[in-house]
Structure formats: C-alpha cells, structure tokens
C-alpha cells in the first residue's frame, strides 16, 4: 500500500526544495495527500476553503486549522460568499484556484498540489464523453497544469478511492464525510453513484483501461501541438491565418488551429462546440472572400480574402466633422487631419489636394455611407465598389474616413482620389497625420 503512494509521489516530480501548497478540503482524499507529502518530509503549506453550503464547513475549518496548529505547519483559509449568484460549481472553482495560487504567491513557490485521484479521472472522462469537448479534453484531467504561474500538480491521478480509504484506515486518519456527495443533484454525483458502479461490474480493470485512454488521447495530443507550433511559426502573423496554408493542413490540424486563435484571442474564455469548428472549416473552404461567424461572448471569426483571424466585435463611434475652415481636425488618437491654403511640409502624412474655383467649404471627414459615389476619369462609380475592386477587408470598410463635399466622395485617404477639374486657380492643402 506504502508503495503505491510513494510511486504516485515519485512520479510527481515534486520539488522538495520548494513549499507544497497543500489544498486540504479535509475529505479522505485531501487528507491522505496531506499525510503521505508531511511524511515524505516535503514543506506543506495548508490552503483551505469553507464553501459555506454546508452546517459543517464552519466546525471542519476549525479543526483543520487546529490540525495544522498541532504539526506547526501553515494554515491559510478563505470562506466564500454562500449567497453566490450563478454557477455556483464554476464561481467556487475560480475562487478557489485565485486563492491558491495567492497563497503560493505569498510564500514564493508555484507548487499546488490537488487530491485528484483515478476515480476523479473515470467520472471527468466519462462526463466529457457523454457532454462533447475538444480532443484534449477527452484525456481527463492533467497530472501538470498551469494556472497564474503556478503548477496544479496532482499527485493521486493513477490511486483508486478504494486505495485512498484504506490508507487512511490503516493509518488511523481523522477526515470529514461530505454527505452531499451522496446526493444525485450534481451530474459528477450521478455518475459516481450509478453510472461507474455498473460499468466496473463490466470490467473491474476499468481504471487501468480509462488510464490508458488518456494516455493515448494526451501523446496524440501531444503530437497534434507540436504540428500546430510548426505552422503557427510560418503562417500565423498578428493573429491572422494564412488561408491558403490552412486549407492544406489535416482536419484535425484546422480545428486546432481554430482553437489556438480562439484561446489567444479570447483569452481562453470562449468555447467552440464541435459543430461550431465544422460550420467554420466549411465556411473557410468556400470561395467567397468576406465571411463573419459568430462566435459567443461577442467575439467573430472573421475571413477577408486571403486570411482569417478572431477578433471581439465593438460598435465603433460614427465620425462626421464638417469643416469649415482651415486648421487641424482630430478623427481619433491616432490620426488628424490637417487643411491649409498653403503647401506644408508634414513628414509621415498622406495628403490630397482640392481645386476650387471660390468656394471650397463645407467639406466633411465622416465613415462611409450607403450609395456614396466618386468621381474617376472613366465616369462616377460608387465607393462599395472601388472598396472591392481594391480588396480592403469588410472589417475595416465602415471604419474608413472619407473627405466629402454635399455631392460626392472625393478622397479616400491612402485608397483612391477623386478625379478633379485641374484648371481651377486655387488649391487647399488636406494631410492626413498619423
């Protein structure tokens, strides 16, 4: 029995040299965790959360830290709010892993380890199964994750419940029975009491079985990352994915590639469902060049011509001047426009010239509208289309200024210029300073 435990430690690659945050619900996994690491001699740091569901939490709290008092080892606890609104399960989870890793912080480590165990794998394996994830997600639970800078590191994934009590039975450890565990209210609760039992009658190896499982779902993984950074380095630039490139890549390499500029986009906060990539891969094939799809938490992929790449849709502020006179006109931080009857000597700047006869203003620097037409050499053709003709991306179309005059459109600043009567005698001067 002995052995099994230090094995599973062994395997861990546990940094003697450095704290072990330790995070100790006070159930028998947590503390068989806490007994088999104080034993091996490792420096424990206790981090414990009162949930506050329960009459119990607040008398357990008290005695873990009692428990840590009497092995002189340090106790850090937090309680959570009990009137929590929403997912309570997912709102817990975060509060829970920001504390840990706090608790870390403070005492200059990045080790946490969590009492996750081999039947904590069958049920997460089992509920992804059953609910869809992506093709990582259905390896279970990592033994090495990350999160703020710190390791989640958990020890226990290849050690059965049954393994776990016994310990602590032969050991004589003292740990808290949360009976709402018993209950049938929560998915995880319904397939540990219903669902693994009958399917262990099944195959009583059916640990050893999902282990290898996620094994083999964690290397080809493994596998699939290193092609995906390989052509992350040659075809991804400023978040943008060279089609072309893309369009030849495996499918299971494309749905990768989707999920890697979701992640980054997003920061790891929108989720694709498995028909969502599919919808999106279909569409990539396609041969129209301007595509929106979107995703949620208002983000969109979006597909301009010859790339495409995620980004979180804004309404931007519509910008309409009329300009009246001379001087300098600011559009946003970046970019000004400056209007003057004499020539000038601006560095960095675009500039168009307007000919006049005797009246020049009003003129207006506004976003384009529908039905906005230019003047060309070859006669009046209408802005959507030169737009087109130019290949600028839908994305940036209804953000461009444009100079007018109460007819038509007659500068599109670093795009096109308006055909003008050049024999008129006066001229003013417009720059565009960015």
Request: proline content about 2%; glycine content about 2%; aromatic content about 12%.
């Amino acid at each position: 029995m002995k052995d099994i435990f230090e094995i599973a430690i062994q395997k861990s690659n546990l940094d003697i040299e450095k704290p072990i945050i330790v995070a100790l619900s006070g159930g028998v996994d947590s503390m068989v965790l806490f007994d088999v690491l104080y034993k091996a001699g490792f420096k424990l740091i206790i981090a414990h959360v009162n949930h506050n569901k329960r009459i119990e939490s607040k008398m357990e709290y008290k005695n873990i830290q009692e428990i840590a008092n009497s092995l002189n080892v340090p106790f850090e606890g937090l309680v959570l709010n009990k009137n929590i609104e929403g997912n309570f399960q997912e709102i817990a989870r975060k509060k829970r892993y920001t504390f840990f890793t706090a608790v870390a912080k403070e005492y200059n480590t990045d080790q946490i380890v969590l009492a996750h165990h081999a039947d904590d794998q069958i049920e997460t394996i089992l509920m992804r199964l059953t609910r869809g994830t992506s093709f990582k997600g259905y390896s279970g639970i990592s033994n090495l994750s990350q999160y703020n800078n710190c390791k989640i590191i958990r020890p226990l994934l290849t050690v059965t419940k049954e393994q776990i009590i016994e310990y602590a039975h032969l050991n004589k450890l003292t740990y808290f029975e949360d009976t709402s565990n018993n209950e049938d209210s929560y998915t995880r609760n319904r397939f540990r009491n219903n669902i693994i039992p009958l399917l262990l009658k099944e195959n009583p190896l059916l640990h050893s079985k999902l282990e290898q499982f996620s094994n083999y779902i964690s290397m080809a993984d493994e596998f699939i990352d290193k092609k995906l950074t390989k052509f992350t380095s040659k075809h991804i630039f400023d978040g943008k994915v060279d089609i072309k490139q893309y369009s030849n890549v495996d499918e299971i390499l494309k749905f990768k590639i989707i999920q890697h500029i979701v992640n980054n986009e997003s920061d790891n906060t929108v989720e694709v469902s498995y028909t969502q990539y599919q919808d999106i891969i279909n569409l990539l094939e396609k041969d129209t060049p301007n595509v929106k799809y979107n995703l949620s938490k208002g983000f969109e992929l979006i597909k301009e011509y010859s790339y495409f790449f995620i980004r979180e849709h804004k309404e931007s502020e519509r910008v309409f001047l009329e300009i009246n006179d001379v001087g300098e006109y600011s559009v946003s931080k970046e970019i000004k426009y400056v209007f003057s009857f004499e020539k000038q000597d601006i560095r960095h700047s675009n500039f168009f010239e307007v000919w006049y006869n005797e009246l020049v203003f009003p003129l207006y620097l506004r976003n384009k509208d529908n039905g906005d037409k230019m003047k060309l050499k070859v006669g009046t053709k209408k802005v959507k289309d030169i737009l087109i003709d130019q290949k600028v991306p839908s994305s940036i179309r209804e953000s461009l200024i444009l100079l007018s005059n109460n007819d038509t459109v007659m500068w599109i600043p670093r795009i096109k210029k308006a055909e003008q009567n050049k024999e008129q005698p006066n001229k003013l001067y417009i720059y565009e300073v960015r």
